[in-house]
């Protein structure tokens, strides 16, 4: 049969028509409505492990600060005596982080305060919002 020869009368042409197309389209569509969110919950939920698990490395490096110096950092000197020598601490033996101080999963700074409400220091991360209190993925990762 040459190109410019019409089909055969009950000769079916290979490919799909459209509606096979759309009867596709709809189930791919109902797929991703229904893992999509499933998805997303998880990866909200590996953010908090995260930050826990973050916060946990704070607070055994800041046990380890306190062991050599005799005290927890003041509020004013900050968590960063953990990764930098303060000039006014020869008992310093740090670094205490082997890399870099972390921000929270959320790009946002370790809140720190020392004394604190709550104990020796407080050492928070504010969630997924940034602002103190909520729930789910913006409520605040706290070390008490």
Not at 116 to 140: I, K, M, T, W
């Amino acid at each position: 049969m040459s190109a410019l020869t019409p089909p055969r009368a009950g000769a079916r042409s290979s490919g799909f028509t459209l509606l096979e197309l759309l009867v596709v389209m709809v189930i791919i569509g109902l797929l991703a409505g229904y893992v999509g969110p499933k998805f997303f919950n998880q990866i909200g939920k590996s953010e908090v492990k995260a930050a826990r698990a973050q916060i946990d490395g704070l607070q055994k490096a800041l046990d380890q600060y306190r062991l050599d110096v005799g005290r927890y950092p003041s509020t004013e000197q900050g968590l960063a005596v953990l990764v930098a020598k303060p000039a006014d601490e020869p008992r310093w033996a740090g670094p205490y982080l082997s890399k870099a101080l972390p921000k929270d999963p959320w790009h946002n700074d370790y809140q720190y305060r020392s004394p604190g409400e709550h104990g020796e220091y407080d050492l928070l991360s504010l969630g997924r919002d940034g602002r103190p209190g909520g729930e789910g993925e913006d409520a605040d990762l706290t070390s008490w």
